[in-house]
């Protein structure tokens, strides 16, 4: 992504990477087009100030009634490519809110809002619990998925660096999920039952270019 983007500024153009999703996730990802914006960013996602959501399609029973809010804290280790070479670290707090929205059969979708993010955060929590996410074979996922896990980045609110007016983005689920799960979303437009949405009233501003 990060090459897409750079390809399309001009020659020299400072473009810095704020936000990171792992590689077979999809959904929304935020650049910096500039220094001071870089660091302003930057600094919001270390202060735990970036509300982030996301929603998974895992296989098993959701630990919790439907629609039910949960809290989950953990203690994750830290993945050797969070250290150098030789080191040893304490594990890390991860935080997040969960709920189930809908089930159908073995599977169900689930939506997410972590607080913290850490490496492979919500693919350990969710595996912790006995529902990997469909397609993460890493954590003991049974089912394929052919777009790489079903976990997507569906929304992400911060402050604008430069008037700090909230910014929200967001990005339609791939048109793959709707044909892989009809029975959980049977619209084919990318839109999550309306429902899903229903703890972030009053929160963020239209997306800005």
Known sequence: MFTIMQARRPAGAFLGVVSRLD????????????????????????????????????????????????????????????????????????????????????????????????????????????????????????????CGIALHATRLTVEHPGSGRPCTFEAPLPTEWSRRFPSLLPAADGRLPRHAHGHRSGRGGRPTP
């Not at 098993?60 to 250290?83: C, I, K, Y």
């Not at 890390?92 to 189930?100: E, G, I, K, L, N």
């Not at 955060?121 to 006995?130: C, S, T």
Request: net charge positive.
């Open 23 to 146: 590689a077979p996730v999809s959904g929304v990802l935020v650049f910096a087009a500039t220094k001071a914006a870089a660091a302003a960013l930057a600094a919001q996602f270390r202060d735990h100030s970036v509300a982030k959501e996301y929603v998974a399609v895992v296989e098993g029973r959701f630990p919790a009634p439907l629609g039910q809010w949960v809290d989950w804290h953990d203690s994750l280790e830290r993945h050797a490519e969070d250290e150098a070479a030789g080191t040893a670290a304490a594990p890390r707090a991860a935080h997040v809110r969960a709920r189930v929205v809908k089930r159908a059969g073995e599977v169900s979708l689930v939506e997410l809002a972590p607080s913290t993010g850490r490496r492979h955060q919500l693919r350990e929590q969710l595996a912790r619990r006995g529902c990997p996410i469909v397609g993460d074979r890493r954590y003991g996922s049974r089912l394929p998925f052919t």
